[in-house]
């Protein structure tokens, strides 16, 4: 395999698709040397077959606002690939969103998948949907237009979405009573991060922040650190680093920053429940600003257009989007002595971050398999609705902490260099390829 000679071709096809671009390339730059001495990989043209989804889904969606006026957004669905099961990958709603971002996470989500020993293949989906200051009937009418026209290429056992950016549980019920409606069947495997009065898993809405706490563990674990009293940052202040901020906080650790669009919000003293729950306000409050937290909590204080990364830590968690943490913010984060970097969400570094981060040889760890523990607890809410039992709080927790902590010991397997350096990104791109690669080879050309 000749990365520049795929990536070229690539480039030529999808010109402009920049995070799909970024995302294919990190990949096949990690495996180059291990699929260079699997001559059946080449022969069968797996890297060739595994770059481009399985198909694409472009719809319009069309709603009624709270003014009585009509809106049209985008809506996309992409089942990238189904070699080690059915499609399974999250919604998102959000203004930016576009073939290129869905194509990238697709992407990622597949290997994700493939390191939770779990049987999921890959998908992505999502709208240009922006639900920032929408009301909870705006919201509520769009599920249901998205839905619409949704709900026939999904299924149990053909494509499982879930949440993502912009979409909790109260889009998921939306979704899903629409589905209900028009599939004529209460299946309730059809979506994940559901409500648990109708088929939703204990500790689901919690799983992608503490899934990402029980790596980080094991990854200090192996570092010979502990993160009982280091200081964290983190970004964003929604579902996912709210569930981040929960597990850090009692691990022992002190989350001393979160951050939205409109700034960071510094707090020396960390978290306590209160604080915790009014992380969950804000992200229901549709406004996307975190300057409120500083407002209720008057020892948090808000810093106006700064990034968490700006207050010094020693462990930091991107928790928002991708590509939010840059070449600039590690060398700050760097200069502030923060020895551990850890992606919650997908691709949260640019690539000038990560090799700044590996470079001064800290820890760091990437996305797919940090915040893995979000799509294995869906699809553990999977198997609980195909057998239509319900298990304890503590039953899922305890299957999350075996599944994350096997996905840490492939990551080692994979990428324990000579000098002993573990590079998590080498070793989750390895250790996920592998199982997909050898599942497409044994399936023949399709």
Known sequence: MKVQTIMADLERKHPGENEYLQAVREVLESIEEVYNIHPEFEKAKIVERMVEPDRIFTFRVTWVDDRGEIQTNLGYRIQFNSAIGPYKGGIRFHKAVNPSMLKFLGFEQTFKNALTTLPMGGAKGGSDFDPV??????????????????????????????????????????????????????????????????????IRPEATGFGALYFVEHMLAKAGKSIKGATVAISGFGNV??????????????????????????????????????????????????????????????????KAWSIKCDIALPCAFQNELNGDDAAELLANGTWCAAEVS??????????????????????????????????????????????????????????????????????????GYINYVKGANIAGFMKVAQAMLEQGIV
């Open 346 to 419: 997908n691709m949260g570094c640019t690539p000038e971050a990560i090799a700044a981060f590996q470079n001064a040889g800290i820890l760091f760890a990437p996305g797919k398999a940090v915040n893995a523990g979000g799509v294995a607890t869906s699809g553990l809410e999977m198997t609980q609705n195909a057998m239509h039992i319900s298990w304890s709080a503590a039953e899922v927790d305890q299957k999350l902490h075996y599944i994350m902590e096997s996905i840490h010991a492939a990551c080692v397997k994979y990428g324990t260099q000579e000098d």
């Open 241 to 306: 680093a709210w569930g981040a901020a929960t597990k850090a906080t009692e691990l022992g650790a002190k989350v001393i920053a979160i951050s939205g669009p409109d700034g960071v919000v510094y707090n020396p003293e960390g978290m306590n429940k209160e604080k915790l729950d009014y992380m969950l306000v804000l992200r229901a409050s549709n406004q996307n600003v975190v300057a409120p937290f500083a407002e209720k909590f008057p020892d948090a204080t808000f810093i106006p257009a700064k």
């Open 133 to 202: 200051g929408k009301s909870d009937a705006e919201i509520m009418r769009f599920c249901q237009a998205f839905m619409w026209e949704l709900w026939n290429n999904i299924g149990p056992d053909t494509d499982v979405p879930a949440g993502d950016v912009g979409v909790g549980g109260r889009e998921i019920g939306y979704m899903y009573g629409m589905y209900k409606k028009l599939a004529r069947e209460y299946n309730t495997g059809v979506l994940t991060g559901k409500g648990m009065t109708w088929g939703g898993s204990l």
